[in-house]
């Protein structure tokens, strides 16, 4: 009798020793949602596509959420939300933490550029030409602008100098870079370019940067956008400049990674595959001592931020127009060939992939130990440890 009561009394105590083990797990996994913070297409407002998040070796797909249309999109996460456009004309708003819909809001076209998250604002462009700003948490539309050409880039923001005022700005296909009010939507600059903005705008906090299809890098003040300088990068750029200590990287359609001095204002060196040519229409993730970046030549390249020499490179089986980001002594990208890859930082030794089956464009969001990506099947993808 005695014995038969032990051997109970074990079995209750490593019975509580377990629910409490998996309730905790539970807390962990809610928390690293309600905390997963990834605001802005690359990260951060340097564009830079880096982020010291810790990923295990080997990831499992938590959830999908599928959309009408192709997702080209990339995805942003907070409040516990993960926010993203579709060809389909609408944005999500998709939970984290189990895949299902918040909200949608319809923008009567279609959208390809990557929402912004300010604050508790998402604001998005659709190829109409309209800007919206919604709210984060409901869906209603606070503002809208209507501007004459496309927006495919990015939103991004600044502060407004000595004042507790925010700006948002946004390229367009109308050849113009704006600038907006955050909170009113009121006009308070534009900038008139050459030809068509394709990418995103990076801001130090003092400057706009960005290039388009008139080959020339812009470097434009933040308060009034009166022009600063401008480089001539010597093709038409498709991607988005990325900054760090007063110098732009960005790739062109010509096959050349170029490292540009923002304070001298030219060329400081130029990469280019003497093995195989391929253009660059992905952006870079500027790490601390190397450039990442891929090609329509089927590879992501790594280089030396410094010198521009080739460190490694990695093939995959199609284009890479995906934007990687380093992700601690990881970096995660997508590729045409449908495959989500996660590499070594070190070397480019493949880690781990998972085939979804459908081309992926967009830039990830890797937040809260987990790695969110829109494909070209109109899904969302959410990887992590299946605690």
């Known amino acids: 009798m005695i014995k038969n009561k032990s051997i109970f009394l074990i079995f209750i105590l490593c019975y509580l020793f377990l629910a409490c083990s998996e309730k905790k797990e539970s807390e962990i996994t809610v928390k690293n949602v309600e905390t997963a913070y990834w605001p802005i297409f690359r990260g951060d407002q340097n564009l830079s596509g880096v982020t010291n998040e810790l990923l295990p070796d080997k990831l499992e ?39 299902k819909k918040v909200w949608e809001f319809n923008t009567e076209d279609d959208i390809e550029a990557s929402p912004l998250l300010l604050d508790q604002t998402i604001y998005i462009g ?30 991004n923001w600044a502060a407004v100098p000595n004042s507790s005022k925010k700006q948002v700005l946004v390229g367009s296909y109308d050849t113009k870079m704006y600038c907006f009010d955050a909170e009113t939507g009121e006009l308070k600059w534009t900038y008139e370019t050459d030809y068509y903005i394709n990418g995103a705008p990076a801001t130090d906090g003092q400057h706009v940067v960005f290039g388009g299809c008139d080959e020339k890098l812009y470097i434009l003040s933040v308060i009034d956008g009166t022009k600063k300088g401008e480089v001539w990068a010597g093709s038409y750029i498709a991607g988005s400049a990325a900054l760090l200590d007063n110098r732009a990287y960005v790739g062109h359609y010509d096959s050349k990674l170029v490292c540009i001095d923002l304070v001298e204002q030219k060329i400081v060196w130029e990469y280019e595959d003497e093995e195989r040519r391929g253009e660059f229409f992905s952006s870079p993730a500027v790490g601390k001592d190397r450039i990442i970046i891929g090609s329509r030549d089927y590879f992501l390249h790594c280089v030396d931020r410094e010198t521009g020499q080739k460190i490694w490179k990695f093939q995959t089986r199609d284009e890479v127009d995906s934007s990687p980001v380093i992700v601690n002594d990881k970096v995660v990208f997508g590729s045409t060939d449908g495959r989500l890859y996660m590499l070594n930082l070190e070397d480019g030794r493949e880690i781990w992939s998972y085939e979804i089956g459908a081309p992926i464009i967009g830039c990830p969001a890797v937040s809260g130990g987990m790695i969110v990506i829109g494909a070209e099947d109109g899904c969302v993808y959410a990887f992590g440890e299946n605690k």
């Open 126 to 155: 659709n190829l109409s030409g309209t800007f919206f700003a919604l709210n984060a948490l409901s869906g209603r539309i606070e503002w809208k602008y209507e501007i004459s050409g496309e927006i495919i880039g990015s939103a």
């Open 61 to 99: 797909l938590l959830w999908s959420f599928k959309t009408k249309y192709d997702i080209i999109s990339s995805p942003v996460i907070g409040f516990g939300n993960v926010y993203i456009g579709s060809t389909d004309g609408k944005v999500y708003s998709i939970d984290l933490l189990n895949g």
